[in-house]
T-cell receptor
Framework: DAGVIQSPRHEVTEMGQEVTLRCKPI?????LFWYRQTMMRGLELLIY????????DSGMPEDRFSAKMPNASFSTLKIQPSEPRDSAVYFC?????????????FGPGTRLTVL | KNQVEQSPQSLIILEGKNCTLQ??????????LRWYKQDTGRGPVSLTI?????NTKSNGRYTATLDADTKQSSLHITASQLSDSASYIC???????????FGTGTRLTVIP
């Protein structure tokens, strides 16, 4: 049974370029979360969706970041324009519902390096 | 302010030895506390979850404890193995919203 799938696994780009990260949640999961992880700040929640609808985007650092979930099996996180301080590992996670107790299942992450 | 603090930041132990990782939190109102294991280059995987009324939860060689009064949790690893080398992250969920607060993790290295 496939887990959360993220692509690409690694992305190296130059400052100012647009970056798009992709996520396919576990089939049947209706909640999806985007996280960013850095050495200094650890894991930070950026945005999450329930039934394809953005519920809370208060963690999105600034307008350069945007996320979409056009259907139940696909989500994107876009950074435009990218900056060196965006370099981090970006994780996507999915779960069923939004109950506090529900375990989130994480993908392998996308390591983004902005030069 | 809602915070989760973990200690130590890093730890090196010999294979076969036990170790204990600490997590202190100020998140309120408290819903649950989860310990995750994150192998290098992978996403976090849940080890245990505890609610307010639970003070111990085991998963194989991993035993988590929770003291909701002092807002402290620990993760004890027994008879460590090389495969235990990873980062261990404490995550506290606040009641009423899908609001997760993450510690910065403890990096554990088990050496032969």
């Amino acid at each position: 049974d496939a887990g959360v799938i993220q692509s690409p696994r690694h992305e190296v780009t130059e400052m100012g370029q647009e970056v798009t990260l992709r996520c396919k949640p576990i089939s049947g999961h209706n909640s999806l979360f985007w996280y960013r992880q850095t050495m200094m700040r650890g894991l930070e929640l950026l945005i999450y969706f329930n039934n394809n609808v953005p519920i809370d985007d208060s963690g999105m650092p600034e307008d350069r970041f945007s996320a979409k979930m056009p259907n139940a099996s696909f989500s994107t996180l876009k950074i435009q324009p990218s900056e060196p301080r965006d370099s981090a590992v970006y994780f996507c996670a999915s779960t069923i519902g939004l109950a506090d107790y529900n375990e989130q299942f994480f993908g392998p992450g996308t390591r983004l390096t902005v030069l | 302010k809602n915070q989760v603090e973990q200690s130590p930041q890093s730890l090196i132990i010999l294979e076969g030895k036990n170790c204990t990782l600490q997590c202190n939190y100020t998140v309120s109102p408290f819903s649950n506390l989860r310990w995750y294991k994150q192998d290098t280059g992978r996403g976090p995987v849940s080890l245990t979850i505890m609610t307010f009324s639970e003070n111990t939860k085991s998963n194989g060689r991993y035993t988590a404890t929770l003291d909701a009064d002092t807002k402290q949790s620990s993760l004890h690893i027994t008879a460590s193995q090389l495969s235990d080398s990873a980062s261990y992250i404490c995550v506290v969920t606040r009641t009423g919203a899908n609001n997760l607060f993450f510690g910065t993790g403890t990096r554990l290295t088990v050496i032969p």
